[in-house]
């Protein structure tokens, strides 16, 4: 079987749902950010603790950032202009860059996920999740040099 398009088409075709996929990341993060509603009885959402709003309102640029960043990459082959048949990529920069999105949601769930869940990490909670934002921010970092 013989693939179609260029490589880079074929990178940006597995980024579309997960594009999406951070806008609905961004949504939950948004609602969860006003503690008066009570998203647990309208939604089954779990309630933020107090103590972790600033966070999880520090977390809405971070998720519009990868948005950013992810949807500019993906205009890059949707302006009519043709593609590069082929990159000077390897095969491992490729994969690497075409399971990129998967990796930052997977990393902005994990960080979601911490804010609701932040009594299990005990007093180590606040350099995990500091540790684990410094990690996004390189993993974005090391992507631009694609």
Same mark, same amino acid.
């Given at each position: 079987m013989w693939l179609e398009g260029s490589e880079?088409?074929?990178v940006?075709?597995?980024?579309? +749902?997960?594009?999406?996929?951070?806008?609905?990341?961004l949504k939950l993060v948004v609602l969860q950010t006003n503690p008066t509603d009570n998203l647990e009885e309208k939604l089954g959402l779990p309630r933020v +603790?107090? /103590?972790?709003?600033?966070?999880i309102?520090?977390?809405?640029?971070?998720?519009?950032?990868?948005?950013v960043f992810f949807r500019r990459f993906f205009k890059?082959?949707?302006h009519g202009q043709p593609l590069?048949?082929?990159?000077?990529?390897?095969? /491992?920069?490729?994969?690497?860059?075409?399971? +990129?999105p998967v990796s930052v949601a997977d990393r902005l769930n994990i960080l979601h996920t911490m804010l609701i869940n932040s009594s299990i990490y005990g007093e180590d909670f606040i350099e995990s999740f500091v540790e684990r934002v410094r990690s996004l921010l390189a993993h974005h970092s090391h992507a631009k040099h694609y």
């Open positions: 880079w088409e074929t940006l075709l597995g980024w579309a +749902l997960y594009i999406d996929g951070l806008d609905d990341v +603790l107090e /103590r972790n709003l600033p966070l309102r520090l977390l809405i640029p971070i998720v519009k950032l990868s948005r890059f082959g949707s590069p048949p082929f990159t000077e990529m390897c095969s /491992r920069q490729l994969d690497s860059l075409h399971s +990129l």
